[in-house]
């Protein structure tokens, strides 16, 4: 049985900003404030609390990281930023998100959950960028504090379900471009990427439809379409993949896991790609579930052969 104390503590940092234990913080991303921000009294941030636990967000206003550092004696110096899925329309925060951050603990790496802004025409002057926004400055402020948290700052990775996936993969492809005005040089291109169940395309036949009319609208211009098919966005830059994806997937077609795969191989990214016979959509962890239940030690097992 998971043990609920990390998570808890965790959830409990993130709702009221109260650092509850020496190795769980909870950051504000934009201190200084958003950028391409707008302001609508009518977008108000929402969470659901089911047994003192935040299971979802919605209307993120507030974007943040909880960062839920392993035992010192346990560390590995690696981190992981966690992308929670929920078709860029809500974020699934338990199951995608707390519970990942307890996984990666229990095996020494510290998880760092980013709460991310959904795509909004309400608060965004360009919607499509806003949950990249929020990946990038995740991803360098976890560099930026790599000492104060003991983690090497050549080790840190991003892991994204469905949604999620597609900002992890997002981040992975478009890292280096300018999407708001850093205040230094930080590099936010993940070391590794963590690719579950993921939504790769924007490509009208096999995507995500929810997840792309959310992003980049009903009727988008074959520029964004592009652009955020992120197999078509892969470089030589990109980092390392370990993918994910269950055969019988009715939310998100395996074929999104397939695409960015052939292209990780056609730059010669050394890259791992899991499909199972069965498993749905959606099953974070799978404990006590299928076949599907293997990927957590199986992608422990790639971290470790792959040097991070």
């Not at 699934?92 to 959904?118: C, M, S, T, V």
Request: glycine share 10%; charged share 20%; net charge positive.
């Amino acid at each position: 049985m998971k043990k609920r104390i990390l998570i808890i503590a965790c959830l409990a940092s993130a709702l009221t900003g109260i650092n509850l234990n020496a190795q769980v913080k909870t950051l504000v991303l934009w201190p200084d404030g958003i950028p391409g921000s707008m302001r609508d009294a009518s977008y108000t941030e929402v969470s659901t609390v089911a047994n003192g636990i935040i299971t979802r967000w919605v209307k993120v206003t507030d974007p943040a990281i909880t960062v839920c550092l392993p035992q010192k004696d346990k560390a590995t110096g690696t981190a992981v930023l966690i992308c929670p899925g929920g078709g860029y329309g809500t974020l699934a925060f338990d199951h995608e998100g707390n519970a990942i951050a307890e996984w990666l603990n229990d095996n020494g790496i510290a998880g760092i959950i980013l709460k991310y802004r959904l795509p909004s025409d309400l608060i965004m002057k360009d919607k499509s960028i806003g949950p990249l926004q929020d990946a990038q400055e995740a991803m360098r402020t976890i560099r930026r504090n790599a000492g104060a948290w003991n983690i090497n700052p050549r080790k840190i990775g991003v892991i994204g379900f469905s949604a999620g996936g597609h900002l992890a993969s997002t981040l992975s492809t478009h890292f280096a471009e300018k999407v708001y005005d850093t205040k230094d040089t930080t590099s936010a291109r993940p070391d590794f990427s963590i690719l579950l169940y993921p939504v790769i395309t924007m490509d009208s036949s096999f995507t995500h439809a929810g997840s792309r009319r959310n992003l980049i609208g009903d009727n988008p211009p074959d520029e964004a379409i592009k652009r955020f098919s992120n197999e078509l966005q892969i470089t030589q830059k990109t980092p390392p993949a370990f993918i994910v994806h269950s055969a019988d997937d009715n939310g998100v077609p395996v074929k999104n896991s397939f695409v960015y795969y052939e292209g990780l191989l056609k730059y010669r990214i050394p890259s791992e790609l899991h499909i199972f016979q069965k498993g749905g959509h959606g099953y974070g962890l799978a404990e006590n579930r299928g076949t599907q239940a293997a990927w957590p030690e199986l992608c422990i097992t790639w971290l470790k052969a792959s040097g991070f």
